[in-house]
């Protein structure tokens, strides 16, 4: 059974730091494209960052140069990595696979960046 648990999320200060934690279960990520995803309100569900098999990275034009995604396979984890946040990126952060499988989506984990 697929599994995916994201955890990691919070209340930060503009400017500030959070790092976002992804595990999963019934698939290795290390041999999966996996992506982090973020729906704001009132707003589509959209990629934020993904990485292949080969570990290369893409991100949105709006979070790169301060958000890195990364994996541990020995813990089958998905990381984000988000510095100088914005309050634009104020929304509920996913993972998944790359491109998505809708039977895959978690909870996510809510990221709140406000004064």
């Known amino acids: 059974q697929v599994q995916l648990v994201e955890s990691g999320g919070g209340l930060v200060q503009p400017g500030g730091s959070l790092r976002l934690s992804c595990a999963v279960s019934g698939f290795t990520v290390s041999i999966n494209a996996m992506g982090w995803y973020r729906q704001a309100p009132g707003k589509e569900r959209e990629l934020v960052a993904g990485?292949?098999?080969?570990?290369?990275?893409n991100y949105r034009d709006s979070v790169k140069g301060r958000f890195t995604i990364s994996r541990d396979n020995a813990k089958n984890t998905v990381y984000l990595q988000m510095n100088s946040l914005k309050p634009e990126d104020t929304a509920v952060y996913y993972c998944?696979?790359?491109?998505?499988?809708?039977?895959?989506w978690g909870q996510g984990t809510q990221v709140t960046v406000s004064s």
């Open positions: 990485m292949i098999s080969r570990g290369i990275t």
């Open positions: 998944n696979r790359m491109p998505a499988n809708s039977d895959y």
